[in-house]
């Protein structure tokens, strides 16, 4: 039998958050990640299935973070539904996910399958009739808890947020031949024709795919298949890669690093937003972001999926003091989808994005070596799927221009569709400039200007702790290019010989 879960605020909430620590302070998973719950919720009880079912998926995998909600901490954390200790996807949000996916789709749905589903939904298709479908609940196991906080916040406004929360997870396993398998059942009342079945199970299968189940299914949360599905497009990340858990090496631990949708989704929700400020007050940019990108009480109108898909290892040297070589020099290769309506938007913010920085931690800098303590910082990633390099290598301001251009015009559609009201002042956040230099010149700015041992440090530099830095810096083959967000930066970039070639 599992131990019992605790029944005290955790130590990490009573010494951090009461004690002074209030303004912009986020826990480590360490100081969140309680032995008692792993042993709770390792997956060692986990019972036979159900003999009696009409269909039956038996090696699905994980695709992406899932979390269900069942209850919650008195500070915002999240604790998945469970039974007995043991968390579960229940029944009924399979079957909720189900309803909202058939009524999505109803109108593509042909008419003799439409007329087995009416036999079991209402006629309005709000809900299922009784006693006609039986969901069997998924049991999971492997949770483990990760913080979340606002980012945009701090990385748009330079703002730092006291939104604290926790949610507990179970995660894909990095690719493996052999991934964990988890199975679903669902009865039906009277025995179905083999057509009927067919429909059942291909409809289930495609909801647990493109729609989901549990919290963040917009984000690309709590997508289940029987394998990963190739997408539209394809990432290929290097550099700093996301990862829940920092590497110590005094204790021989490299880290845990993982993929999440989070991260692709505020790497585009963040450029979005700056376009949204160069002609919408904040409270408007930020209301039109979340109303495609969702937010609290906001259903988002995108919907996007990404999937680490395999990973691609090439020698690293010797290991860096926070970081494995290993995983810093390995490619990681994400596959990436949305509903067709944002294709365009999409794949410019993606092409965009790619151009002008990585994603995740150390999104503004290049994937570099630091000298003074063996550490290593920045990522960067290309894009498949997308219009020839040759136009952006040979004529990149000409490039920047048109696609930006393209951006703004589909933002500013969205704004007029949805009922806001433009203005003529552009707001702090957005994007200033884009500057270009030789190809390692960034070095200078980022380590000459900005070290942290220079005189007169400029504050845009920025600090982990205090501020994030006012420009963004992306090497290319035979040039670089600084992204400025903070106007001051420009004083400084005629001297390093950098020209202005957007804004």
Known sequence: MPSSLPTELPKWYEYEIKKGKETGWTPETNQVDLLEVRDAWNGKIYPEAGKNFTVKLDKLQILSPIQVGGGSFPEGG?????????????????????????????????????????????????????????????????LKAFPLYAQQQWQIFDQKSNNLSLQWQVSPKPPHPDPDRFRLQVLLKNPPKPAEKTWLEIRLKEMLERRGIGRGTASGFGRLATSVPTGKWELHLTGMKPCVRSHNPSKNQTGQYRWSPQVLRATLRGYFIRFALDFLPRKQAELLTEKLFGGLGTLAKLRLTSYLYRVQGNSGGNGYANIPAKTAHETWIINVDCNSEYHQLVGDLLNLASRLGGVGPGWRRPPHR??????????????????SDSGFTSDPASYLKQLSHSIDQQVRQLAKVWGFQPTKTPQPGRIYSIWRG???????????VCSTKAANRPVWCGSSNNRPSGYGVREHSGFCLVTVFDPNVERSLPNLEFRKIYG
Not at 370 to 380: A, I, V
Not at 438 to 448: K, Q, R
Request: net charge negative; charged share 20%; hydrophobic share 40%.
């Open 438 to 448: 030789e190809a390692d010149a960034w070095e200078e700015l980022v380590h000459g």
């Open 78 to 142: 999240i604790l998945p539904a469970q039974i007995g200790g043991v968390p579960y996807i229940p029944g009924s949000s399979v079957r909720g996910s189900l309803l909202k996916y058939i009524r999505t789709i109803w109108s593509e749905i042909p008419h003799e399958e439409q007329q087995f589903w009416l036999t079991l939904l209402e006629p309005n298709l709000n809900g299922w009739q009784p006693l006609k479908i039986r969901f069997e609940s998924i049991l999971l196991k492997d």
């Open 370 to 387: 630091l000298e003074r303590f063996g550490g290593f910082r920045g990522s960067e990633f290309t894009v498949t799927q997308l219009a």
